[in-house]
């Protein structure tokens, strides 16, 4: 088992900026892939960010490409999402995932987090 719990969501203006962070415990956490999704009302969750157990193999959404960043610390249990120039559109719930497969589908993964609310106003 692996448990995730995010952290830094909130309420920005639109064009700031936050990370998330996502600290893994439980089994080895260098061993999984990890992913960033989110979820808006009314939507359905959509992928984010990927990134490898090494760090070395990153991927995006389109619609985030440019403006957030993914990256991990294996040392410190924890991956990041660092987002900037934000818009009202970001607005969702921020979910952290971790697997043993790579990849850019919610069943790709194994383990989830409980969520962290990222509000951007307009």
């Known amino acids: 088992q692996v448990q995730l719990v995010e952290s830094g969501g909130g309420l920005v203006q639109a064009g700031g900026s936050l990370r998330l962070s996502c600290a893994a415990s439980?089994?080895?956490?260098?061993?999984?892939?990890m992913g960033w999704f989110r979820q808006a009302p009314g939507k359905e969750r959509e992928f984010v960010a990927r990134?490898?157990?090494?760090?070395?193999?990153?991927y995006y959404a389109d619609s985030v490409k440019g403006r957030f960043t993914i990256s991990r610390d294996n040392a410190k249990n924890t991956v990041y999402l660092q987002m900037n120039s934000l818009k009202p559109e970001d607005t969702a719930v921020y979910y952290c995932a971790a697997g043993e497969r790579r990849g850019s589908y919610s069943y790709t993964y194994d383990y989830w987090g409980q969520g962290t609310q990222v509000t951007v106003s307009s």
């Open positions: 990134i490898n157990w090494s760090g070395g193999s990153i």
């Open positions: 439980g089994r080895t956490f260098q061993n999984y892939h």
